[in-house]
């Protein structure tokens, strides 16, 4: 059973999900894979003390402050894969980015590979239940390029922005290799 209570945030309406006791899923209303894999459990709105506690915790993080990641119980389901990549979300600071090779590579090093594909990691970060709470949002393409996010670019760019991120940096490239170049550019006349 997944219990439900709906939070409103600077970045929209949110639905937050706790399932066994443990925050399951922060949802933006319209994000890509809304509810995911547990879109077919049983919902039932209620208020219980982990949505409390996170309803607490988007408080503070709204707010400008820096609360911690594990203040929270989180039990996010997904694979074994999926998981690994979610645990090196959680070490990004806040007010700081990486990009998704960078995460490929720290998954490659724990596994004791050569190499991952930085494609196969942004399918993962894509299919984060735990928005913002687990910082997705804190990850850009190497180039520069604020590449897609489930609950839209808008909504990175407030969430970089309220975490002090200097934007000037970034481009909305979606991905692009024309982003990716503007993303260089910018960063090359920066220096």
């Given at each position: 059973m997944l219990y439900t209570v709906y939070y409103d945030s600077p970045v929209g309406k949110l639905l937050l999900a706790e399932r066994e006791e443990k925050l399951a899923g922060i949802w933006m209303e319209g994000q890509k894979y809304f509810l995911g894999s547990l879109e077919k459990e049983a919902r039932q709105e209620a208020d219980t003390a982990v949505l409390q506690c996170t309803r607490k915790w988007l408080d503070s993080y709204f707010k400008?402050?820096?609360p911690p990641i594990d203040e929270l119980a989180l039990g996010p389901t997904g694979s074994e894969f999926q998981k690994a990549v979610w645990k090196v979300l959680c070490q990004i600071p806040y007010g700081k980015v990486t990009t998704y090779g960078k995460i490929a590579e720290k998954i490659a090093s724990v596994r004791g590979l050569s190499s991952?594909?930085?494609?196969?990691?942004?399918?993962?970060?894509?299919?984060?239940?735990?928005?913002?709470?687990?910082?997705?949002?804190?990850v850009v393409g190497a180039g520069g390029s604020l590449t897609g996010y489930a609950g839209g670019i808008d909504k990175k760019v407030k969430l970089l922005t309220l975490e002090g991120v200097n934007m000037e940096r970034y481009v909305k490239g979606c991905g692009t290799e024309d982003g990716e170049e503007k993303g260089r550019l910018k960063r090359k006349k920066a220096e």
């Open positions: 400008g402050e820096k991952m594909s930085a494609q196969a990691v942004g399918g993962a970060v894509g299919h984060n239940p735990i928005s913002i709470v687990i910082p997705c949002h804190r």
